[in-house]
């Protein structure tokens, strides 16, 4: 009789690859590995020789960077969805597209348990298992196994359990600082024991995709956006495709040493957490579209826009992409996006992100109306009445109810 399947979230680091070991030990199960390529770069060269080195009977590596960045990357920025106001959540927004695809895997392959590395005080295991068991919910149900959360291993005895699976695994020397990093193409979450004391500056070889101030060019660059209902599109008059033009971003910006972040969080789980950020296309892009709203967007729509914005950032951070009152809140982005069209210009230099200038040709700004030149075409007499009937209220309970001496 052949055994049960559980396809396991790869990313071929030391964890999933003990993990592929230890779920055939301890659930008798055989292990497809996935590995989702949301932008990794070189990280997922020779996963499915490590797979396949720590028993996997079968790896799959399936590239979605376009269904992320159009589905979740570009949604998540129409929406202004930065935690806690800095995080451009590029970790938070992968987790529902992988737990999608585990999902998908599962069912492609007949497994009937899917695994994935997350431990038990972080924030994706969250989304993963909601995520799973939410999509999973019409189906057959799908046991959910997560190795780093049962089995309680320190990092050393890891390796040992490494060592005797005879599994050979990259070591880092003594003398050398190890980080736990998450990239995708939106951004990379950088972990590790140095980074733990909130006191101390982030190490500079935390850091792969921006510069260090010192080592940034000493002239600024411009680069204009092209934004069509809120989505870039073009950089400098180019078109581009998301992957790619975020893609540059990184670089130019990285180069200008845009995009650190560095955040004691409000995890989901009750505990504050340092967390370190290399995100230079999302800070970018999130201050073009911006400041491209504070022109088509009335004064209305944008505070509509900015308290749902942090309603639908706790959702993505929380782990409840799939649920109804996020579908609702994207649908108002949407909308409100309907104008969002036009041209935005950044300054690049030394850490900044400075907007210089925008364009669009559906702008509510109306230079007539806002010159104080001699087309002034604004009808200054209108005021008096205007302030008449706008302070009548305030007037009227004054006289009405105010007591003069007791204030």
Not at 258 to 276: A, C, M, T, Y
Not at 364 to 381: P, R, V
């Amino acid at each position: 009789m052949a055994r049960e399947k559980c396809v396991l979230a790869y990313s071929g680091g030391m964890d999933s690859t003990i993990s592929t070991v230890w779920i055939q030990d301890n659930y008798n199960m055989d292990v497809v590995t996935l590995t989702v390529d949301l932008g990794a770069g070189p990280e997922i060269v020779g996963v499915k020789e490590r797979a396949a080195s720590a028993g996997a009977i079968d790896s799959l590596v399936w590239d979605v960077r376009d269904e992320f960045v159009n589905e979740y990357v570009f949604p998540g920025l129409k929406a202004g969805a930065m935690y806690e106001g800095v995080y451009a959540l590029s970790t938070a927004l992968g987790r529902p597209l992988m737990a999608k695809k585990l999902v998908e895997a599962a069912r492609q392959v007949g497994a009937t348990a899917v695994a994935h590395g997350c431990t038990g005080k972080g924030n994706d295991q969250v989304r993963f298992d909601a995520g799973i068991m939410t999509l999973a919910a019409h189906g057959e149900p799908l046991k959910i196994v997560a190795p780093a959360r049962e089995w309680g291993m320190t990092r050393d005895e890891e390796k040992m359990y490494a060592a005797k699976a005879g599994l050979e695994l990259r070591e880092v020397g003594d003398d050398q600082r190890v980080y736990s990093i998450d990239r995708n193409l939106w951004g990379q979450a950088i972990e590790g024991e140095d980074l733990e004391d909130t006191w101390e500056a982030p190490p500079e070889d935390a850091f792969s995709w921006t510069r260090q101030i010192s080592d940034t060019p000493d002239e600024p660059v411009e680069v204009a956006i092209g934004f069509e209902k809120g989505v870039p599109v073009s950089i400098d008059g180019t078109l581009k495709s998301g992957v790619e033009l975020i893609a540059i971003l990184n670089e130019i910006a990285g180069e200008h040493g845009v995009g650190r972040i560095d955040h004691v969080e409000n995890r989901l789980v009750g505990i504050k957490s340092r967390e370190v950020y290399e995100t230079p296309a999302a800070v970018v892009l999130h201050s073009a579209l911006k400041a491209l709203e504070t022109a088509t967007m009335s004064r209305e729509q944008q505070r509509v826009k900015e308290n749902l914005s942090a309603i639908y950032s706790d959702m993505v951070y929380d782990g409840r992409w799939f649920t109804e009152l996020r579908r609702n809140i994207a649908a108002f982005m949407e909308s409100a996006h309907e104008y969002s069209t036009g041209d935005v210009r950044v300054r690049l230099h030394k850490g900044s992100c400075i907007v210089v200038g925008r364009r669009s040709p559906f702008s509510l700004y109306d230079f007539d109306l806002a010159t104080y030149s001699t087309t002034d075409a604004f009808d200054h007499e209108a005021a008096t009445g205007f302030i008449d009937i706008y302070s009548l209220s305030a007037r009227t309970q004054s006289r009405k109810q105010t007591n003069s001496e007791a204030r």
